[in-house]
C-alpha cells in the first residue's frame, strides 16, 4: 500500500500528516505501508516544511525536519495506490490534474481514513496565515485521521487474511 498525502504547498498540512502517518505506522507494526507528500503548488519545491510545522510535530515526538517539498507528478497516479487530500478544493485540482492511465484512487485523508470532523467538509484547515495553535489544531486532525488510518488498515489486512 502506497499513500501519497496532498495539499497546497506541501510545507504544512501534508507533511505533518506525513509524519503522523510514518510515526503512527510504525506504532502499529504496519511499516510495510509506504507514506509520501506533496503540493500541488510549486512555490516551495525543494524547501522544508514550515519551522511552525517542524516544530509542532516535534513537541509530538515526530521528526519531519528532514521532508522536502515537492509538487504532485503525473507519476504518482501510477506509483500511489491513494492520493489523499487536505481539502476539497486539493481534491478538485488533483482529479483535474489525473493524467491518462493514473490508477490511483483520490479522496480525502479525512474522509478516506474515517475520520469524522464533526460535520465539516472534511477539510484539514491551512495553518499557514496562522499562529502555533492553528499549528496544534492541525497537528490534531492529522494525528487522529493516521490512528483512523491505522484502524482502515488493519482492518483490510484483517479481511485479506479471512479469505
Request: hydrophobic share 40%; net charge neutral.
Given at each position: ?86 481539502d ?47 499549528f ?20 483490510a ?7
Open positions: 500500500m502506497q499513500l501519497l498525502v496532498v495539499c497546497l504547498g506541501n510545507i504544512c498540512r501534508s507533511p505533518m500528516a506525513e509524519g503522523a502517518l510514518r510515526a503512527r505506522l510504525q506504532r502499529a507494526g504496519l511499516e510495510h505501508v509506504q507514506v509520501d507528500s506533496a503540493g500541488t503548488g510549486d512555490w516551495h519545491v525543494g524547501e522544508p516544511p514550515d519551522r511552525r510545522a517542524i516544530a509542532t510535530a516535534a513537541r509530538h515526538g515526530v521528526d519531519i525536519a528532514g521532508l522536502r517539498a515537492r509538487q504532485l507528478q503525473a507519476a504518482d497516479y501510477r506509483r500511489f495506490d491513494w492520493l489523499l487530500c487536505a476539497l478544493q486539493n481534491l478538485r485540482d488533483v482529479q483535474a490534474r489525473r493524467p491518462d492511465g493514473g490508477g490511483a484512487r483520490i479522496d480525502l485523508f479525512t474522509r478516506w481514513s474515517g475520520h469524522d470532523l464533526g460535520g465539516g467538509d472534511g477539510a484539514i484547515p491551512d495553518p499557514y496565515t496562522g499562529g502555533e495553535e492553528h496544534e489544531h492541525v497537528w490534531s486532525v492529522v494525528d487522529a485521521a493516521a490512528g483512523a488510518a491505522v484502524r482502515r488498515l488493519r482492518g489486512a484483517v479481511s485479506r487474511g479471512r479469505d
